[in-house]
């Protein structure tokens, strides 16, 4: 760790070996060592973007729901959706009320959110997420009014949000968060006899694989595997998924890559044939996708990039590599 | 576990001391062949040509470029996602730069670090800014540690194990010696107000990501990091600066920074509230969870190999590391958590940094689950999943370090499993 008496050692040489002028002398305006420049008026207020939950920050200016919503049309809900719902991997930002202790909980900006202060906050500062920092305070007003009007917080068509009554504005979980107490969980760090290896229980992965579902749910996708992690009856969301996964893949498998993999011309592993699947698959998800997307060239052939299809999409060959995975295995 | 099961390095190596290589079945016909070694025909053909010619900037071998961070970005937004360390590819504890974990919210930002300003504002006696050739006039100190994204194992929450190997599943973590100023040093430049008691720090990248960190921090051990592992930051950590907060939770490790202004509360930001909290089955939801708590993976073997022979001795290694401090100890299970044994420690044991942990295991074809638990200096145990999911339900999708848990098949396959 950084020691301080550092700082004193080079005082002390500063003083006595170097320049041998008083400490007096050499504190500036700008700090003991005094690189820096002082901040000028203009660089304070371009940097000076943060809202907070208190109203500090908020510029002067106003927006009614109706104006948020043309813009919200024209900027926002090509990836939010009409409503707020999120379209395909985008985030969802209304609905999801008094689901938080459901079993599939949705956190938006209506359900979790603790306060308003953060939605004008983040908008202003990284939405549209192609173009950020390109909308104006009032049209930032308009559309954080009109995403609280999509969550039912705001009620009134006419409304008008602006600074004066922006601090009024409550939202529904603003109670819902405390300081992590950590640490919560404890483990008594047994070494011998620690269970009786009868009892012990072991879950895996259904059918050993689970393709795609890591690349759909990590965090980037607005949290949609905490809400799809959950086990349903009859069938789990990852089955779902899997389902879905499945049709598109059976798809693509037909029109791309049933050329070569349907009667294992070339040396690709012939569909269906478990033999010549097993050591592939065992390679992990993450190899068989990488190389059916990039392409190489193997011990029996040679696999041509997308199966020389370059209008496919990642995702659409990793779909068709799931198709022919769980009918090979 | 008993004794020998599970040996100790030393008396591992005692043994295998005559045969002189590892996996014994082919070091045999390279001692019987030893005399033909000396002959030219057994010259490989790279001593009989000159080799290649230097290099400005050096690659890694042709052979291993399949040894890769694993990108899972939104494929409509490829700048939304995250890439992940091959940690089961790589040994001893530092990770090369190339292939440092990344966590990007909208792309990676090219600064010309000559248009670059770092400003110290708010609370503070003096507002300070800073373009990076001033700050590379202060005196700086190097810290090896690690940094977790707070998402790191978040497939743990879900009720299947998932089949990734151990890097693409745990690799949101990554070990580098990060070098810059004591944070503490530039704060005092500009004068602290005694009523500071937050920092809002705020990046230059187009999310323009700001987060909230309390300013006892950033006098304590944080960095304004320029440099990682002796050359300067890569674009994707953070260049031409960033925040080291060790032992703290990736997203406040602010990269590309661009503004601390000090203030007497948090700013409550979107990655503070909406994002990096754990909701609770009661449906509330636990903030500022600063602190990475330990945690420990087996890194090899681990799934996507194989233990080719039976019987067989082998290297059971992996990482452990813990926010809070040093990690005191390890200890591996080969029997699903019902015996314990611990494993040797590799030094030097770093502060919030990666430990590299051994143990030779014998092994003999029986059906086994590969466990590791790490224990940090100030007592803390890693949790079991089972505990884990008792105190916060299945919805926390932050801040999962539980023990993992690696099924070692009769045939020597490897799969992961939730085992308890």
């Known amino acids: 760790m950084f020691n301080w008496d550092n700082k004193n050692v080079i005082k002390s040489l500063l003083l006595i070996g170097l320049f ?62 009409a409503f707020g719902e999120g379209e395909g991997r985008w985030p969802k930002l ?50 954080t009014a009109y995403v609280l009007y999509l969550n039912d917080i705001i009620d009134d068509e006419d409304f008008v949000l602006s600074k004066d009554n922006f601090t009024e504005i409550e939202m529904p979980n603003k109670d819902g968060f405390f300081v992590d107490p950590r640490p919560d969980v404890k483990n008594p760090a047994c070494m011998e006899n620690c269970k ?28 949609k595997a905490s809400s799809d992690s959950e086990d349903q009856q009859p069938k789990s969301a990852d089955q779902v998924a899997v389902d879905n996964e499945l049709k598109v893949g059976s798809a693509i498998y037909s029109q791309s890559c049933s050329i ?37 060239s193997g011990k029996t052939g040679i696999m041509p990039a997308k199966g020389g299809n370059p209008s496919l999409t990642d995702a659409e060959v990793s779909a068709a590599i799931l198709y022919m995975i769980e009918n090979s295995q | 576990m008993s004794e020998d099961s599970t040996q100790s390095r030393r008396q591992f190596l005692q043994k295998t001391a005559l045969g002189g290589a590892f996996a014994g079945s082919f070091s045999l016909p390279i001692l019987a062949n030893a005399d033909k070694l000396e002959l030219p025909d057994n010259l490989p053909h790279w001593m009989r040509v000159p080799g290649a010619d230097f290099s400005n900037y050096g690659q890694p071998s042709s052979h291993e470029q399949q040894i890769i961070r694993w ?40 600064i010309d670090p000559t248009q670059h300003i770092l400003l110290i504002d708010g609370l503070v006696d ?71 008691k937050w920092v809002i720090a705020e990046g230059a990248d187009a999310a323009a990501l700001n987060i909230s960190i309390p300013i006892e921090k950033l006098l304590d051990d944080a960095l304004l990091a320029l440099y990682q592992n002796g050359e300067r930051l890569r ?10 907060l060790p032992g703290w939770e990736g997203v406040l490790n602010v990269k590309w920074l661009r503004q601390l202004r000090l203030s007497e509360q948090p700013a409550m930001t979107r990655d503070e509230t909406s994002q990096y909290t754990d909701l609770l089955a009661d449906g509330k939801a636990r903030q500022f969870s600063f602190i990475n708590e ?84 100030s007592g803390y145990v890693q949790p079991t999943r089972e505990a884990l999911i008792t105190n916060r339900g299945k919805h926390g999708f932050f801040h999962y370090n539980a023990i993992i848990s690696w099924e070692i098949t009769e045939e020597g396959d490897i799969n992961h499993v939730y085992g308890f």
Not at chain 1, 112 to 140: C, G, K, N
Not at chain 1, 196 to 207: G, H, N, R, Y
Not at chain 2, 320 to 344: C, F, L, Q, Y
């Open chain 1, 20 to 81: 041998g002028f008083s400490q007096a002398g050499l504190t500036k305006d700008t700090g003991y060592y005094g690189y820096g420049k002082s901040a000028t008026q203009e660089e304070i207020a371009a940097w000076d973007i943060d809202v907070r939950p208190d109203g500090k920050g908020l510029p002067v200016g106003s927006g009614s729901v109706s104006y948020g919503e043309e813009l919200y049309e024209a900027k926002c809900a090509l990836c939010h959706g």
């Open chain 1, 94 to 143: 209304a609905g999801g009320f008094d689901t938080l202790t459901d079993a599939k909980p949705e956190k938006t900006v209506g359900s979790y959110w603790p306060y308003a202060s953060t939605l004008w906050d983040y908008i202003h500062r990284a939405m549209p997420f192609t173009a950020p920092q390109s909308l104006s305070v009032d049209e930032t007003y308009a559309l």
């Open chain 1, 196 to 223: 009786d290896p009868a009892t012990i229980k072991v879950t895996s992965a259904i059918k050993g694989i689970t393709p795609l579902q890591h690349i759909a749910k990590e965090e980037g996708a607005n949290d």
């Open chain 1, 260 to 296: 070569c993999h349907g009667s294992g011309i070339a040396g690709a592993p012939k569909f269906g044939d478990k033999m010549a699947w097993a050591p592939r698959i065992k390679q992990g998800v993450e190899q068989l996708n990488k190389h059916a997307i990039e392409g190489y």
């Open chain 2, 71 to 110: 990108i899972s970005a939104n494929p409509d937004a490829l700048g939304n996602g995250v890439s992940w360390t091959p940690l089961h590819a790589l040994q001893g504890t530092i990770t090369p730069n190339g292939l440092h974990f990344e966590r990007h919210h909208n792309g990676v930002p090219q």
């Open chain 2, 126 to 196: 003096r507002p300070l800014s800073f373009d990076v050739k001033s700050l590379m006039r202060y005196p700086m100190v190097s810290r090896t540690c690690f940094i977790e994204c707070g998402g790191n194992s978040n497939s743990g929450w879900r009720s299947n194990p998932i089949q990734s190997q151990a890097g693409y599943a745990h690799g949101l973590v990554s070990n580098a010696e990060w070098t810059g100023i004591p944070l503490k040093l530039l704060l005092e430049e500009a004068g602290i107000k005694p009523s500071a």
């Open chain 2, 235 to 244: 674009p994707e950590n953070g260049y031409p600066m960033r925040l080291v």
């Open chain 2, 294 to 377: 330990a945690k420990s993976l087996i890194t090899t073997p681990s799934l996507g190999m194989m233990l080719p022979d039976n019987p067989g001795i082998y290297q059971i290694s992996g990482l452990a590391w813990s926010g809070r401090g040093k990690i005191a100890r390890v200890e591996i299970s080969t029997d699903g958590g019902d015996s314990w044994v611990d494993a040797e420690l590799q030094g030097p044991i770093l502060d919030k940094a990666f430990t590299r942990f051994n143990l030779a295991w014998k092994w003999q074809g029986e059906y086994a689950i590969l466990q590791s638990r790490a224990t940090d200096d």
